[in-house]
């Protein structure tokens, strides 16, 4: 076998070969380039025409944006761990799923207005919202809210700007110092546009003590009517407010200072509504006038806020209160109640028409006369079923008396009585609620108030039982209560929670939407923090999420 050598010669020919080949080459790659580019188009022209041969391709495209905001409202905002792995909110996922839809989706600034940060959108993802959703009026959620500075930087630079389009803001502080932060942040701020704001702190708070609050939108806030707060005391800009709630939360070791419940109220004399279920605390002693409410119809008062001796009625002034809830009050804190209504007779709660007691102690001490006489407007009462029914046990007795001096009953407009019957425990029944032996103390002293109002022409017009056992209470009540040859209506709930709370005053609105949405945001990133602490032990330092949303094919 001979060797062969090249020349100079035959290396020049064979560069030019391999120069013509290269040449060749990147004119197939752009050819292969173009061609693709082409079969592309041709399948977006062919799927376009594909799609419009779909029904739901026929809807106009009002109809269709309908369709996306109902969607965008009852879609659930995250599903496990699937947000962990990236995914989308239900509006960015409608527009990636036809140029159609993606234009309608942009179209509608409804579908980019409700700004959840920092949990649902970042700063980049942010600043598009806010673009996308082109000067609408903004519902925004900030929180559950960490201090840190990237945060802060966020909130100052990005949304405060926009403060003027808020139409629903929610606070959600998880510290005290992160609560000080998002208060401070909007103290100088003017909200023009701004109708309801809540204000929660619900983190591990270490520290016990009153939680300080403190001034917002200080340079006005002309539509601000409902406020919801959690034990934090927030100085208001105005007075237009009608709605003012105050939860229990962040507990017991963390109650709000009196000062500071009474600058709240103070900055609020147009109160329409008012739920006092906090916690404040009694230390001070610094004597205050009672802030005047003249237009309060509404007010709810839990027992906690009661516990401590506090002696409401010394803070608060509300002559033409109409409708008053009792909740969860002692024996103590409720006979002191009762006493003053009865000593402010005449001057105030001559227009009070409702009055509710969910689950009050009534104690061992019947009940005075001159709290029915102090009250003449009633029409509308709720108890709760025990075994002494002290207020039903002076009804009946202040019945027997008008029976006896041919006069008018001392409520004589009462004509509607809701009763919880979770406390009561009758004797034992038989078929069609009919007694074993005698009936009750209980359902006797009912039946005969009933015949008692009755003989005085002024009959019930409804008697309600509400609870897990309100059918058999109703079943016995009626029983006996045709033994008397008497009749009332009658209407029985059986077990109806949403109905019980809705006489404690809880109304399902959109506070009660916020409430749902954050408890179930805490518990699933508490559940994150537990995944992520299990498997800490067992996962490389090398590991990267990013990795794994690329292997399972999540899209960024």
């Known amino acids: 076998m001979s060797l062969t050598y090249l020349d100079n010669n035959s290396h020049g020919d064979m560069e030019d070969e391999l120069a013509q080949l290269t040449t060749q080459i990147s004119a197939l790659e752009s050819s ?13 022209k062919a799927a376009r025409i594909q799609n419009s041969k779909v029904a739901v391709s026929r809807l106009p495209s009002d109809v269709l944006a309908l369709i996306f905001e109902e969607c965008h409202q ?6 496990g761990v699937l947000c962990l792995l990236g995914q989308l909110p239900v509006e960015v996922r409608l527009s990636h799923v036809c140029s159609q839809w993606r234009g309608v989706a942009l179209a509608t600034p409804s579908l980019w207005s409700s700004i959840r940060f920092p949990f649902e959108q970042r700063e980049d993802s942010l600043l598009e919202y806010l673009e996308r959703s082109r000067g609408s009026l903004l519902d925004v959620y900030l929180g559950p809210w960490a201090k840190y500075p990237n945060l802060e ?76 707060l959690d034990n934090v005391p927030v100085i208001l800009p105005n007075s237009v407010t ?65 516990g401590n001796g506090l002696r409401l009625f010394d803070l608060i002034s509300t002559p033409n209160l109409e409708t008053l809830v009792l909740e969860d009050v002692k024996a103590h804190a409720l006979v002191w109640i009762h006493r003053y209504i009865a000593s402010s007779y005449p001057h105030a709660f001559q227009g009070l028409h409702t009055l509710r007691y969910i689950r009050c102690d009534f104690g061992g001490v019947d009940m005075d006369v001159h709290f029915l006489r102090a009250t003449p407007a009633i029409t509308d009462l709720v108890l709760s079923v025990d075994r002494h029914m002290r207020l039903i046990r002076l009804l009946n007795n202040s019945d027997k008396q008008a029976l006896v001096c041919g006069c008018s009953p001392m409520w004589p407009n009462l004509r509607k009585i809701t009763l919880h019957t979770q406390g009561y425990a009758g004797n034992v029944t038989v078929g069609a609620g009919v007694p074993l032996n005698e009936p009750s103390p209980t359902m006797a002293l009912l039946q005969e108030f009933v015949a008692c109002r009755n003989m005085l022409r002024r009959p019930l017009a409804n008697l309600s039982f509400k609870g897990h056992n309100a059918g058999p209470v ?3 009540f009626l029983w006996g209560l045709n033994q008397m040859k008497q009749y009332v209506p009658t209407e029985v709930a059986a077990c109806p929670m949403q109905a019980m709370l809705a006489d404690s005053g809880y109304v399902a609105d959109w506070a009660a939407t916020v409430e749902a949405y954050s408890s179930q945001l805490r518990h699933f990133l508490g559940q994150v923090s537990l995944v992520r602490q299990q498997m800490t ?15 399972i094919g999540v899209p960024t």
Request: aromatic share 6%; glycine share 6%; proline share 10%.
């Open 242 to 306: 009608t709605m003012l709630s105050f939860s229990a939360y962040p507990g017991p070791p963390f109650p709000m200072s009196r000062e500071g419940f009474y600058r709240t109220l103070s900055a609020c004399p147009s109160l329409t509504t008012l739920h006092l279920r906090g916690f404040i605390e009694l230390g001070s002693q610094t004597p205050v006038y009672p802030v005047l409410l003249p237009h309060l119809r509404e007010l709810v008062v839990n027992g906690r806020m009661l």
């Open 537 to 551: 032990p067992v996962i490389p330092p090398s590991f990267n999420i990013h990795h794994l949303r690329r292997r």
């Open 474 to 476: 109703n079943n016995e």
């Open 32 to 44: 292969q380039d173009e061609l693709a580019r082409v079969m592309k188009n041709l399948r977006v």
């Open 74 to 79: 009852s879609n659930p905002q995250w599903t």
């Open 153 to 228: 930087r966020t909130l100052t630079t990005v949304l405060v700007p926009h403060v003027h389009r808020f139409r629903q803001l929610i606070l959600e502080a998880v510290s005290r110092e992160s609560l000080s932060t998002l208060l401070s942040a909007f103290q100088d701020q003017s909200a023009p546009a701004l109708r309801r704001l809540r204000v929660m702190c619900r983190g591990t708070i270490v520290t016990p003590g009153p939680m300080t609050g403190g001034a917002i939108f200080s340079n006005g806030a002309p539509l601000l009517t409902d406020v919801r």
